[in-house]
């Protein structure tokens, strides 16, 4: 027995051999698919009409803090947006009467995570 000769093979059929080559040809057979249904809008969220951000030391042993004021959210919805700003932030924080007071000076931050969450008037003091 000896080597095979390869000039008795003919050469593959393209650069490779490519098993759905036969599907390729019956494309135009199949049934139209169902259109893409239409671009949803995404609807505003809802949130407070108003909040007040400003920076206070006061009473704080020289520590910075930046107090939001006057959402008017009831306490469970109070606690879940802290934790939204927290984690948004990458700051401690607590919920303080009516206010959140996150930690450090998050002014010039702070204000694009309020409307993100549906605020429509931000004031910074």
Do not use: I, Y
């Not at 000039?7 to 057979?29: H, I, T, V, Y």
């Not at 809008?41 to 206070?56: F, H, I, N």
């Not at 009467?97 to 204000?111: F, I, S």
Request: with cysteine; charged share 30%.
């Amino acid at each position: 027995m000896g080597k095979r000769d390869k000039k008795d093979e003919a050469p593959p059929p393209g650069p490779f051999n490519n098993p759905f080559a036969a599907l390729s040809a019956q494309r135009d057979a199949l049934p139209a698919g169902s259109p893409p249904p239409p671009p949803r809008e995404k609807p505003e969220p809802k949130g407070p009409a108003r909040a007040v951000v400003r920076m206070e030391r006061k009473g704080r042993g020289g520590k910075e803090v930046t107090v939001v004021e006057q959402l008017g959210l009831p306490a469970a919805q109070l606690d879940t947006w802290l934790k939204a700003l927290k984690n948004g932030l990458g700051c401690g924080g607590v919920v303080e009467d009516d206010a959140l007071v996150l930690q450090g000076d998050q002014r010039e931050r702070l204000p694009a995570l309020l409307e993100a969450r549906g605020v429509r008037k931000v004031t910074v003091g």
